[in-house]
């Protein structure tokens, strides 16, 4: 039984609306395992950051732990929905990311628009600010070149 997940909105403050996102998970994709206990991780400060673990499975108490910086309203659902499916398999599969993994993984409703979402706004998460003006090299005259054929 495959339900339709939440609409592409944006995420809010709130513990319960990661505990939709996390069972709107569990319902589509894993109804068939018991359901895993889904919490915001603990902030920590740093000055720069070159990396960012968006979420964690721990298996000795069997919790997901989400980055709390994708608290923020500017992180979709659908991509906090995302880190979410990616934990859980790790709970069904284990820790390797295998080929079994990224199969399962690729299954998930809005993979290829969570890995576009990444893409584009990592720079959001590590707190890097974003150069929106790139100066391009003006052209040069290129010589022409023989045909070898």
């Known amino acids: 039984m495959e339900t339709r997940p939440l609409p592409l909105g944006k995420a809010d403050h709130r513990q319960h609306y990661l505990t939709s996102l996390a069972d709107e ?3 589509t994709y894993f109804y068939k395992y018991p359901q895993l206990p889904v919490r915001w991780g603990q ?3 740093r000055k720069k950051r070159r990396s960012i673990r968006l979420g964690s499975y721990n298996h000795v108490t069997t919790e997901i732990r989400i980055h709390p910086l994708l608290m923020s309203p500017d992180i979709p659902a659908f991509f906090i929905q995302s880190v979410i499916h990616h934990e859980y398999l790790h709970h069904v599969l ?3 990311h295998n080929r079994r993994f990224h199969k ?3 299954k998930f409703r809005y993979y290829r628009e969570s890995k576009e979402w990444i893409r584009r706004h990592l720079w ?3 707190g890097i600010k974003r150069n929106r003006s790139i100066v391009m090299p003006p052209l040069q005259a290129v010589p022409p070149q023989m045909a070898l054929f």
């Open 94 to 96: 284990g820790a390797s």
């Open 25 to 27: 998970v569990h319902r």
């Open 124 to 126: 959001l998460l590590l």
């Open 43 to 45: 902030q920590i400060t």
């Open 104 to 106: 399962e993984e690729r």
